[in-house]
């Protein structure tokens, strides 16, 4: 009888790391995720909120126990709107951009709350941030 509750122990144990190592692997946002991670990429890189008219919005993580690295891609219906936003977000207004063929990309290292930045590309209207804490 004692064998089998620590077989049966032994097997909740494996089962529960191994869905934890998938949870936490995994580069699929669940739903309930998406909006405190958007909050908090944008939080790191000391970025303003979304701006209104937001289209394709896309939310991938990355990383482990240790690193995480948090992508958001969306295209603005507007140009008009991606400058406001840079000019509201305090990582972003003051930051010269790097060219790299017709894409912008906005370096900021460190991140804010300890985090260890990233980068905001952006190529017409499309934006993608880039973001990690390690």
């Not at 739903?31 to 991670?37: A, L, Q, R, T």
């Not at 790191?44 to 970025?47: A, C, F, S, V």
């Given at each position: 009888m004692r064998t089998i509750k620590i077989i049966i122990s032994t097997f909740i144990g494996l089962f529960t790391l191994t869905i934890m190592w998938f949870y936490i692997s995994s580069t699929y946002v669940m739903?309930?995720?998406?909006?405190?991670?958007i909050q908090l990429t944008l939080e790191?890189?000391?970025?303003a909120n979304l701006p209104k008219g937001t289209n394709n919005l896309k939310v991938e993580k990355k990383g482990n126990l240790f690193t995480r690295e948090f992508l958001i891609e969306f295209e603005v219906d507007n140009t008009t709107k991606i400058h406001d936003w840079i000019q509201k977000s305090k990582r972003l207004n003051q930051n010269i951009p790097k060219l790299r063929e017709q894409t912008r990309v906005y370096e900021i290292y460190p991140g804010e709350n300890n985090s260890t930045g990233g980068k905001v590309e952006i190529h017409e209207n499309k934006i993608r941030i880039n973001m990690?804490?390690?």
């Open positions: 739903p309930w995720e998406k909006n405190d991670i790191w890189g000391g970025l990690s804490w390690s």
